[in-house]
């Protein structure tokens, strides 16, 4: 689980795609001097395990399902990656609850300077559109922002200075891709209201007071 404050810029060292997924290899200070093999860290957003560490940097593995739905089939070595190690017990919760489960891709279309900070709007793909919500908190690479605005297809988010200049929304340009998390409590929410939709219409019966009634009971 993370918070989508990010505490180190990394930058991709190797990217080794293999038959079934693939090999990361980040370098990092901060967070790679502090990480123990096993540990959960995330990339980009991404929920990855440490298998390897070293001076300066941490090596994960990447599933082929991870591949797929997220933008680290199109990462290039040199990138620049957010890094978030995941949320101790007692820690301050300065974003929202991020899980680093990639739930689709967007693409940058605009970025405009806005006051000291820029507006950025994205792309999202349409099976997202009924978790999102106007003032409400989304994961862009791992960093936990707000949605400024809402149309179709196309979300704004309104960037501090400092969220700009301490991740790779500064270096992003038009038509690159960042992944997205939406927040987990729509997607409880939804499961949840699918599931007691389903339980109610198994538990519905014919056998009413009124029908007992009609039939002279």
Request: glycine fraction near 12%.
């Amino acid at each position: 689980m993370f918070t989508g404050i990010i505490e180190e810029m990394g930058r991709i060292q190797e990217l080794r795609f293999l038959s079934q997924g693939a090999v990361i290899t980040v370098g990092a200070g901060l967070v790679a001097a502090d990480l123990k093999i096993g540990d959960s860290i995330s990339v980009n957003g991404v929920c990855l395990t440490a298998t390897r560490i070293g001076a300066g940097f941490f090596v994960c593995d990447i599933s082929a399902e991870t591949l797929r739905i997220s933008s680290f089939k199109h990462a290039k070595q040199g990138s620049c990656v957010n890094l978030e190690r995941s949320l101790r017990v007692g820690d301050r919760l300065g974003g929202h609850f991020v899980q680093g489960h990639v739930d689709g891709i967007g693409r940058l279309i605009s970025k405009t300077a806005s006051g000291e900070g820029f507006e950025m709007s994205f792309d999202f793909p349409r099976e997202l559109e009924r978790y999102m919500v106007y003032k409400g908190s989304l994961a862009v690479n791992g960093i936990s922002l707000t949605i400024s605005s809402l149309s179709k297809g196309i979300f704004s988010v309104a960037v501090i200075p400092h969220t700009f200049e301490s991740t790779n929304l500064n270096p992003l340009i038009i038509g690159d891709l960042v992944n997205l998390e939406v927040d987990i409590l729509g997607k409880y929410f939804e499961r949840f209201f699918q599931l007691g939709l389903r339980q109610t219409e198994r538990n519905t019966s014919r056998i009413t007071s009124e029908y007992l009634k009609d039939q002279g009971f």
